[in-house]
T-cell receptor, first 110, second 114 residues
Framework: GENVEQHPSTLSVQEGDSAVIKCTYS??????FPWYKQELGKGPQLIIDIRSNVGEKKDQRIAVTLNKTAKHFSLHITETQPEDSAVYFC?????????FGAGTRLTVKP | KAGVTQTPRYLIKTRGQQVTLSCSPISGHRSVSWYQQTPGQGLQFLFE???????NKGNFPGRFSGRQFSNSRSEMNVSTLELGDSALYLC?????????????FGPGTRLTVL
């Protein structure tokens, strides 16, 4: 089955800097790669996703890139703000079989 | 439209008891998945239901079961609770969009087993 690895497990940046979180997946058939943000006491919230037929997608300060050949995808957050502090999860999915990375705790210091 | 609703939000039980958690998906969504989230194991898939049928099941013991009703609401049940069952149980409402299915999570039910 699919195995998703996520790095780093913790990331601390200064407000205004960029943050990058990377994930690799094992099943080349996976075709959908969402990213979730989870704040304390809440469920994961879908923030951006990318399909296997797209290499890059951007939504304001957030962008995701996908390298199908290398089987890795990354989340890029620019101009980070304290409210970006949360745990971020990547996932890889084929049909409804979705596997999650272990999460990255991002701290943005003001 | 309203988001995913999970009830109760918090629950405290003792070992050996059983518990039932409820999830109401987003209106119009017919598929629901359940996950267990713990600090040590992360997000682990429990099962998925579509139109009242279990379509997929994760690697959990038979003490974990679920069902879905005709209105798409879903319940999961854990019998003979163990300390290790303490976790955040998340329900995801799935928008079946052909080839790609987006999952929208509820706030979760925090279960504590004493």
């Amino acid at each position: 089955g699919e195995n998703v690895e996520q790095h780093p497990s913790t990331l601390s940046v200064q407000e205004g800097d960029s943050a990058v979180i990377k994930c690799t997946y094992s099943d080349s058939a996976s075709n959908y790669f969402p990213w979730y943000k989870q704040e304390l006491g809440k469920g994961p919230q879908l923030i951006i996703d990318i399909r296997s037929n797209v290499g890059e997608k951007k939504d304001q300060r957030i962008a995701v890139t996908l390298n199908k050949t290398a089987k890795h995808f990354s989340l890029h957050i620019t101009e980070t703000q304290p409210e970006d502090s949360a745990v971020y999860f990547c996932a890889a999915s084929l049909n409804n079989d979705m596997r999650f990375g272990a999460g990255t705790r991002l701290t943005v210091k003001p | 439209k309203a988001g995913v609703t999970q009830t109760p939000r918090y629950l405290i039980k003792t070992r050996g008891q059983q518990v039932t958690l409820s999830c109401s998906p987003i209106s119009g969504h017919r598929s629901v998945s359940w996950y267990q989230q713990t600090p040590g194991q992360g997000l682990q898939f429990l099962f998925e239901y579509f139109s009242e049928t279990q379509r997929n099941k994760g690697n959990f013991p038979g003490r974990f079961s679920g069902r879905q009703f005709s209105n798409s609401r879903s319940e999961m049940n854990v019998s003979t609770l163990e300390l290790g069952d303490s976790a955040l149980y998340l329900c995801a409402s799935i928008e079946v969009a052909g080839y790609y299915n987006e999952q929208f999570f509820g706030p979760g039910t925090r279960l504590t087993v004493l």
